[in-house]
DNA sequence: CACCATGTTCCTTG
DNA sequence: CCAAGGAACATGGT
């Protein structure tokens, strides 16, 4: 469920659900997801400590619990199938739960099918990320400058994390087509123009995602294939309300909702996009 | 069996 | 040194 207004949502879940607790236990089924801590050193950093907040940065969440003498980080990412919640402790384990925080209250989950994501002590990955897409010093002027340094597609250089920290490959098309720009045109074709537009477009698509998902009573309990997966509607057959809010992700072959052309889907560094070849012109 | 999937990192090539 | 492309990671759905 990982695009950056999918982790804000979960964050926000997560939040209350957290406060006060404390950890008395650490399951460790995977220990790759930990890496490169050790399931040792994770499971001694972590046993005792108490939560305190939980941040944003990007697609990563960052965990702060505390002992007497020290604040632990743990830093969360959700890979492509990541899943974060609170259970029961009488409640059975996902299949692929990856790490279990057993806490004086219910036990908190990291499920992961594919096991691409990440609960480690080690925080070198935030330091990488560009800004967030709020930033008011990220101004399109500098968001500007940095796609005139490269002539990937721009659809490309807007999954870089170290340009834009947050944007995955549902938003980016997204954002494209909001913006009326081709995901094919080179970065550093880009006018001024049409960067602070890709920019607001950015910012609105995410927005929007966020207050969607905000006003969605998630039941991250449950084992349901649907619970936290609220952008994914479709995949996981249910709510038509999101369908409405992607507008081409998905989308291939049915009716641009702006000019009825067909949606078409390309590849672009082994990813999927989609696009509107009439409305997303240059 | 084939192909697809919300992400990141590592390796190779130029 | 950098940019760019592709494979790898691991599992499941269609």
Known sequence: MPELPEVEVLARHLRPALRGRTVRGVRVNRAKILQPTSEREFKRALIGTKFKTLSRRGKYLLFDFQTAKKTVTVLGHLGMTGRMFIADK?????????????????????????????????????????????????????????????????????????????????????????????????????????TEKLLRCVREVLAEAIDCGSTIPLNFSGG?????????????????????RLLVYDRNGRPCVKCGTAVRRIVQAARSTFFCGRCQKV
Do not use: C
């Open 224 to 244: 349901k294939k649907t619970d936290g997966l609220f952008y994914f509607g479709r995949a996981a057959g249910a709510l038509d309300f999101y369908e409405e």
């Open 90 to 194: 009488s409640e059975p384990l996902p299949k692929h739960a990856a790490v279990v925080l057993e806490l004086d209250r219910g036990n908190f989950v990291f499920e992961d099918t594919r096991y691409f994501g990440r609960m480690t002590l080690d925080l070198a990955a935030v330091e990488k990320l560009g800004p967030e897409p709020w930033d008011e010093k990220f101004t399109a002027e500098i968001f500007r400058r940095e796609l005139k340094r490269s002539r990937q597609p721009i659809k490309v250089k807007l999954l870089d994390q170290s340009l834009i920290a947050g944007v995955g490959n549902i938003y980016a098309s997204e954002a494209l087509f909001h913006a009326r720009i081709s995901p094919k045109l080179a970065a550093n074709k880009l006018t001024l123009a049409q």
